[in-house]
């Protein structure tokens, strides 16, 4: 009798190598899009930036409030790269020691508003009925009103300072990721390996986080790139209107309030700092669209 | 389902998201860990005078019964007043209203002119040099800082340059015409006044355009995708082929496919740039929404904030349910319901 052919164990590939293998590929992508190798440089650059800003920086206690009187708004020179501001600090150095909090920030509200975002739209997508509806409503409530708008009103109530602004901006920001997940948990749902986990005896929570969220993540990770500079934006807004970081503290919207009324003649305060966010902002976005070409290649043909 | 029914069907499920709000709104109102009273009566007051000042705001009752209070006030068009300026918040938003909805929707058609050739033009010329110049271009200038490249902008093209004016909307010795709409740009055509018509539209072109950088991104990649979505269906082929020119296929049936997504995306837009909207009035002075939001905020004066996030849910409702009637017209296919 002829042996029947078994299937060679090589060939069955673990859920965990093809992932890795797709990966692989997206990555090759990614390298590929010189676009999305241009954020992703100048993303480095500012990681770079914000780990060594007390060594860059030539007056890092200015980052603190500082203050020079001798030198109030010099105009850039070589002492001062950047100029100075109404009471002396040098630019250059609070625009440097500015980026990790910047950075901070972000990551704090995408993280925040993932976690929330994600919990509450598994818990829909997977629970359906009541519950799902009135999840939903409660998404659409904060739909309703542009987050802007809302996150405004969050840090005038929580009390102005970036802590009270970054809680504010993610206690706003989750409905997006809420929405999103839960229309992925949906759809997945109903894949045929959902089911044979749940045939074989898996739990709810064993489902959610091993079979169904791992197969939403691309998107997922997409959408908080792309909000990333967002949600720096939005920060930077607060602190620009007042509500956000207070002064001393060295942030770039704040920084450019502070510039306000010194502009156009001394140009350089409100200047710099403004740039500053676009190199970050622009860096995320080009990550963002470059990530939405490999990971959902649906967006891009 | 007709479409009256439909529609009304839409308004009635948008109520319990608009109560909603209002709840959300009034809770964040009142867990201000600051003392607004305190604030508003100033460092000399006593705490008699406080007591006073709260039991007349209502805000010495148990919380629901404020809620209750407030809700009631607002079917009956009393949205509170400031606790600065002592006005009815309904009268400012009113009177400030106009202003907003006027630079909201110049920048937004901006955005459209400015966003859905670039996405035709991108689809057109998929992954050639004008897509990628696109692409480039609106990831650029989405990623500034609106208020800060107003800033940047007045300068320019009002101090250096001297193209347009700087501040407001309209000059100061210049009458606003009589008001029927509150948009200037309305108003005076409806006056026949040709002359007043160019001086706002002058005013309002800086503002709208910076504003309308943060929409032409969204635009412009929607308008693309579903260009190119479009664009690889059948009927395309078969027009192709029986030799209609390629010029009247696109703009004729592929766009009309395509411009439904890009609607939606529209209509988002136009709820975002009316947020961002307050970013910019506090750069060009533009006595719109956004200056009174700043300042209330920035006072803890939460009867203006709870009025401004109701006025642009219900915007935005509208919004939305004007956008789903505009599919129905579009799409013959999409069924009500």
Do not use: C
């Amino acid at each position: 009798m002829a042996e029947l052919p078994s299937i060679q164990p090589e060939k069955r590939k673990s859920a965990r190598s093809a992932r890795w293998e797709n990966f692989a590929r997206g990555l090759y992508r990614f390298r590929s899009n010189t676009l999305s190798m241009l954020g992703l440089t100048m993303l480095i650059f500012i990681l770079l930036v914000a780990i060594f800003a007390p060594i860059i920086a030539p007056y890092p206690e200015d980052a603190a409030g500082k203050t020079r009187v001798t030198a109030r708004l010099q105009p850039p020179s070589e002492d001062f790269a950047f100029g100075t501001d109404k009471i002396g600090r040098d630019i250059f150095s609070r625009v440097v020691m500015g980026t990790g909090l910047a950075l901070q920030v972000g990551t704090v509200i995408i993280l925040l508003a993932t976690t929330i975002g994600v919990t509450i739209g598994a818990i829909s997508g997977y629970a359906g009925g009541w519950l799902d509806d009135l999840l939903m409503r409660i998404t659409d409530i904060f739909l309703t009103v542009p987050a802007l708008v809302l996150a405004i009103a969050m840090s005038a109530a929580l009390g102005k300072g970036i802590i009270n602004t970054m809680i504010g901006i993610s206690l706003v920001w989750w409905p997006g990721f809420a929405r999103l997940t839960r229309s992925l948990v949906l759809s997945l749902r109903e894949e045929p390996f959902v089911e044979a986990a749940y045939g074989i005896g898996a739990g709810h929570m064993r489902i959610i986080f091993r079979h169904i969220l791992p197969n939403a993540v691309s998107p997922i990770i997409i959408k908080m790139t792309t909000d990333f500079g967002f949600a720096v934006l939005t920060a930077a807004a607060l602190g620009f209107i007042g509500l956000g970081a207070q002064p001393p503290t060295p942030e770039w919207g704040a920084m450019i309030n502070d510039g306000r009324r010194f502009f156009p003649d001394e140009w350089w305060i409100a200047t710099f700092p403004g740039l500053a966010i676009w190199l970050m902002v622009f860096s995320w976005n080009l990550i963002g669209d470059g990530l939405r070409d490999v990971l959902d290649p649906r967006s891009r043909r | 389902m007709n479409i009256r029914f439909y529609i009304l069907r839409r308004i009635a499920l948008v109520i319990p998201t608009l109560i909603g709000l209002s709840i959300l709104t009034f809770s964040i109102a009142r867990v201000v860990p600051g003392d607004p009273v305190g604030l508003a009566a100033g460092p000399q007051a006593t705490e008699e005078i406080k007591a006073a000042l709260r039991r007349e705001l209502g805000l010495d009752q148990p919380l629901p019964v404020q809620y209750v209070n407030y809700m009631a006030g607002l079917f009956r068009g009393d949205w509170g007043e400031s606790l600065y300026t002592r006005r009815p918040v309904i009268d400012a938003l009113r009177a400030f209203w106009p202003a907003t909805l006027e630079l909201t929707t110049a920048a937004v058609i901006i955005a459209t002119v400015l966003g859905v050739p670039a996405g035709v033009i991108s689809a057109m010329y998929r992954n050639r040099l004008p897509d990628h110049v696109a692409r480039i271009l609106s990831l650029f200038f989405v990623s500034f800082p609106s208020f800060w490249l107003a800033m940047i902008f007045q300068t320019w093209f009002g101090l250096d340059l001297g193209w347009f004016p700087i501040s407001k909307r309209l000059p100061v010795l210049v009458a606003p015409p009589a008001a029927t709409t509150g948009l200037y740009l309305v108003d005076s055509l409806i006056q026949l006044d040709f002359e007043t018509f160019l001086v706002s539209l002058r005013h309002l072109f800086i503002p709208a355009l910076v504003l309308s950088f943060g929409a032409f991104a969204s635009i412009t990649r929607i308008t693309r995708a579903s260009m190119v979505e479009a664009l690889e269906k059948d009927f395309v082929r078969m027009e192709r082929a029986i030799g209609i020119p390629y010029r009247i296929i696109i703009f004729k049936y592929v766009l009309r496919n395509a411009l439904i997504a890009t609607i939606t995306v529209i209509s988002l837009n136009f709820g975002w740039l009316m947020a961002g909207a307050i970013l910019i009035e506090t750069i060009f002075d533009w006595p719109g929404l956004g200056l009174y939001a700043v300042k209330a905020s920035l006072s803890l004066d939460f009867q203006p904030i709870m009025g401004i996030a109701i006025l642009y849910g219900i915007v935005f409702s509208i919004v939305n349910i004007l956008t789903d009637i505009v599919y129905g017209v579009l799409d013959p296919r999409i069924r009500y319901g």
